[in-house]
């Protein structure tokens, strides 16, 4: 995240531009300058089962080569939402990050989802985190390119925070003229850590265009998930995916899908059910340029600082 001066520092510039009357307009440069077409997959993903999901993941994706730009997988979607995953954790060098790369050069595509990654000595070092397990959103482009985002908020009414490490940073990638929050399932709690500020990360420029959550998220608790979905793209003025997993897991949790595209206002462009699925989604750059110009509520946003 950026220093905390940086957040009061933007509301002090809103501050003086209200009361002088002048507004700062959107740089043109840091919009998207194309639309964005996305494939959400909704899947049943193994339990435990390394190579059989990347498998069956493999299967449900190879049909969108050339036909989207972003391929989103859910959560631990190599072995489903389980602490005893811990001791299969691969590393950065394993089979599941080769993997992403690969189908990123074959669909042309970036594609993305979280998997439990060991992080010990030299690249714990290099990285400037402490050693541990994660749970880590991997971002992988055709060009052999690798992001990452560590979860920061780990789920503790499973014990998720006493059996991995959480994440230290907020992270946005550029992907074909968009910029992408990446979000991991239980962030979606936490709308400050999700923030879209204005003028702070990028001159004249929101931080980020999407944000893009991953999620085992169980079907008892399907209404929330829904409605902050929601509250993100409407609060942060910019487009939300959600994507989920469906079926019941090797504890019996069950899970009902509902992942979702959403435009800035909050309305879906894309919706799943129950099933196993992939839906297909193209977000708008001229509706999404539209809208902050004639709803830039970010002038007026709260100035605050974040604390560990």
Known sequence: MPPSSGWLNCDARYAVEARCGRTRRVSAAALPDRDLRAALVQGETRWHDPAGNRAYYG????????????????ETFTSGFSNEALADAEDMQGPTVAWLREQAGMLDAAVCGS??????????????????????????????????YDKRHLFRMAREHERYAAGVRRVCVDWRSWRINLQVCYDLRFPVFIRNRFNVERENAFDYDLALFVANWPAARAYA???????????????????????????????????????????????????????QAAFSAEQLRGHREK??????????????
Not at 59 to 73: M, N, R, W
Not at 126 to 148: C, I, Q, W
């Open 115 to 148: 998997v439990q990654v060991r992080v010990d000595g030299d690249q714990a070092e290099s990285e400037g985190v402490a050693p541990g397990v994660y749970n880590r959103m991997l971002f992988a482009t055709p060009d052999g390119g690798l992001k990452h």
């Open 295 to 308: 709803f830039p509520a970010q002038l007026d946003a709260d100035g605050f600082e974040l604390k560990d």
């Open 225 to 279: 998930w829904k409605t902050l979905l929601r509250a993100r793209a409407i609060e942060n003025l910019a487009c939300v995916i959600g994507v989920n997993r469906v079926g019941t897991d090797g504890n019996g949790i069950e899970y009902s899908g509902d992942s979702v595209a959403l435009d800035p206002l909050g309305q879906p462009v894309a919706e799943g059910g129950a099933q196993v699925q992939v839906l």
């Open 59 to 74: 299967e449900l994706i190879a049909p969108f080569a050339g036909k989207t730009d972003l391929v989103v997988l859910p």
